[in-house]
């Protein structure tokens, strides 16, 4: 059986081609010379059927293990966490599936409320005052708050630390090379951003000073000190973070943050082996018409009614191109949405809830693991949900032995971090159950000692 979406039957074709002129459809390539040609078939497999195809894509997609399987303690930008059941129900509807940007505010009030209320949410979490309308992921959010801050202070050199995420960091040194920026990267200490190296790079020519809270070690930056030193040759303040533990630890915009970006992923997104995720902006008021992107704003009609629309657009993003403030101008309001929803399903007190179970499971795997001989977790920074552990032997070698028993284990931080070989990285949410977590410490008791 062979099915065909576009069928086109050979009488469309003979149609087609005296519409053109032609005889055949080697005549339409007869502009390009001979000698340039493919002369032999493609070599991909044959064409396969309807219902082959679906077999060989579901037997392909039974090789993956996912966290609906095994106890995940996989994180590393990438989180287990619980998601309503209402977030699949609201975004699957038709207006919002399918939904564009909201141009026309006369037909898009629904969606351009849903984004308002994302936009709230965020700036209630990071104690900032305005907020975009989401942009791809955390990672092109940090980038494009160091290209504000250098368009903001005309100067042209970003300190980021190296306890941000490496692939942050990775689009990062990207943007900063299109730019012309001067990108520093700065040193680590006892798992946090080491504050004298900090001190030392921070100088009059840089633009912002860029760290992660908590960082991808895991651990929890002294804000308030780093505040002190991305200020003080008038630079800006830039605080890439983890919004649900912002359920729980005091928001960056509390100890003077000039932007706060990162990724919603952790509220009603699930982990979909990588993505598409959702990344959040949030700044002080005085630094709302650099935001990239779009904000959405309330206002009222003639006759007084609530409304909203896209407002503060800066037409040059959508026109003038090369002199834009930024090029990314879509959103991800689907998934934005989705942040939305889980966001009022869970309530101040779910997500202050949710943040709590965090961290004391964190600290229970911590404690257990400790007791372990051979594994000695290595920082003494305080930590969220996530924490490093020294193993005794390669971290590859312990995580396929945990896929044995079905737990899918840390990530290898010796990937990134050269000088971290035998360090795992190991993440647990709220999802995690003392069982499993018994399980892992047991599991990582059994390879120690195979």
Same mark, same amino acid.
């Given at each position: 059986?062979?099915?065909?979406?576009?069928?086109?039957?050979?009488?469309?074709?003979?149609?087609?081609?005296?519409?053109?002129?032609?005889?055949?459809?080697?005549?339409?390539?007869?502009?390009?010379?001979?000698?340039?040609?493919?002369?032999?078939?493609?070599?991909?497999?044959?064409?396969?059927? +309807?219902?082959?195809? @679906?077999?060989?894509?579901?037997?392909?997609?039974?090789?993956?293990?996912?966290?609906?399987?095994?106890?995940?303690?996989?994180?590393?930008?990438?989180?287990?966490?619980?998601?309503?059941?209402?977030?699949?129900?609201?975004?699957?509807?038709?207006?919002?599936?399918?939904?564009?940007?909201?141009?026309?505010?006369?037909?898009?009030?629904?969606?351009?409320?849903?984004?308002?209320?994302?936009?709230?949410?965020?700036?209630? &979490?990071?104690?900032?005052?305005?907020?975009?309308?989401?942009?791809?992921?955390?990672?092109?959010?940090?980038?494009?708050?160091?290209?504000?801050?250098?368009?903001?202070?005309?100067?042209?050199?970003?300190?980021?630390?190296?306890?941000?995420?490496?692939?942050?960091?990775?689009?990062?040194?990207?943007?900063?090379?299109?730019?012309?920026?001067?990108?520093?990267?700065?040193?680590?200490?006892?798992?946090?951003?080491?504050?004298?190296?900090?001190?030392?790079?921070?100088?009059?020519?840089?633009?912002?000073?860029?760290?992660?809270? %908590?960082?991808?070690?895991?651990?929890?930056?002294?804000?308030?000190?780093?505040?002190?030193?991305?200020?003080?040759?008038?630079? @800006?303040?830039?605080?890439?973070?983890?919004?649900?533990?912002?359920?729980?630890?005091?928001?960056?915009?509390?100890?003077?943050?000039?932007?706060?970006?990162?990724?919603?992923?952790?509220?009603?997104? %699930?982990?979909?082996?990588?993505? %598409?995720h959702c990344g959040y902006f949030a700044v002080k008021k005085e630094l709302?018409?650099?935001?990239?992107?779009?904000?959405?704003?309330?206002?009222?009609?003639?006759?007084?009614?609530?409304?909203?629309?896209?407002?503060?657009?800066?037409?040059?993003?959508?026109?003038?191109?090369?002199?834009?403030?930024?090029?990314?101008?879509?959103?991800?309001?689907?998934?934005?949405?989705?942040?939305?929803?889980?966001?009022?399903?869970?309530?101040?007190?779910?997500?202050?809830?949710?943040?709590? &179970?965090?961290?004391?499971?964190?600290?229970?795997?911590?404690?257990?693991? +400790?007791?372990?001989?051979?594994?000695?977790?290595?920082?003494?920074?305080?930590?969220?949900?996530?924490?490093?552990?020294?193993?005794?032997?390669?971290?590859?070698?312990?995580?396929?032995?945990?896929?044995?028993?079905?737990?899918?284990?840390?990530?290898?931080?010796?990937?990134?971090?050269?000088? &971290?070989?035998?360090?795992m990285l190991l993440a647990v949410t709220e999802l995690r159950t003392k069982e499993e977590i018994d399980r892992?410490?047991?599991?990582?008791?059994?390879?120690?000692?195979?």
């Amino acid at each position: 059986m062979v099915y065909r979406y576009l069928p086109v039957t050979a009488e469309d074709r003979k149609e087609m081609f005296a519409a053109l002129g032609i005889t055949g459809i080697d005549e339409l390539f007869s502009d390009i010379p001979e000698s340039v040609r493919l002369t032999q078939d493609l070599n991909i497999p044959a064409a396969l059927s +309807e219902p082959e195809v @679906l077999r060989t894509m579901t037997g392909l997609a039974r090789k993956n293990v996912s966290a609906d399987q095994y106890a995940c303690f996989l994180g590393a930008g990438t989180y287990d966490h619980y998601i309503p059941s209402v977030v699949n129900h609201v975004i699957s509807r038709s207006e919002f599936y399918t939904a564009y940007t909201p141009y026309q505010p006369e037909i898009s009030q629904g969606e351009l409320q849903a984004i308002f209320e994302f936009q709230t949410m965020i700036c209630e &979490l990071t104690g900032m005052d305005v907020s975009n309308a989401s942009m791809y992921d955390g990672a092109t959010a940090l980038a494009e708050a160091a290209k504000m801050a250098a368009g903001k202070t005309r100067k042209n050199k970003i300190v980021v630390s190296k306890a941000v995420h490496p692939e942050y960091r990775a689009v990062l040194a990207s943007y900063c090379h299109g730019q012309n920026l001067e990108l520093v990267e700065v040193e680590t200490f006892n798992g946090l951003t080491d504050l004298s190296a900090l001190e030392t790079a921070a100088d009059g020519d840089t633009a912002a000073v860029l760290v992660q809270y %908590p960082n991808f070690l895991g651990g929890i930056e002294d804000l308030q000190r780093i505040e002190k030193i991305a200020h003080q040759h008038k630079g @800006l303040f830039i605080v890439s973070a983890n919004p649900l533990a912002l359920g729980l630890l005091q928001p960056p915009g509390a100890f003077g943050a000039d932007a706060v970006v990162g990724d919603a992923q952790p509220f009603g997104m %699930p982990m979909n082996f990588g993505g %598409p995720h959702c990344g959040y902006f949030a700044v002080k008021k005085e630094l709302m018409r650099q935001i990239p992107g779009r904000i959405v704003g309330q206002t009222k009609d003639d006759k007084g009614r609530r409304g909203f629309v896209l407002t503060l657009q800066a037409r040059e993003q959508h026109i003038r191109r090369e002199k834009a403030i930024s090029n990314i101008c879509s959103n991800q309001a689907l998934n934005a949405l989705a942040a939305a929803v889980a966001m009022t399903a869970l309530g101040k007190a779910g997500v202050q809830e949710m943040a709590t &179970l965090n961290l004391k499971k964190a600290h229970y795997a911590k404690t257990e693991i +400790e007791k372990v001989g051979g594994y000695e977790v290595v920082f003494t920074s305080p930590t969220f949900n996530e924490f490093v552990v020294k193993t005794p032997v390669a971290v590859s070698d312990i995580n396929k032995g945990l896929l044995q028993q079905q737990i899918i284990g840390g990530y290898d931080l010796s990937r990134t971090y050269p000088e &971290l070989v035998n360090h795992m990285l190991l993440a647990v949410t709220e999802l995690r159950t003392k069982e499993e977590i018994d399980r892992l410490v047991k599991g990582l008791e059994g390879i120690q000692h195979d």
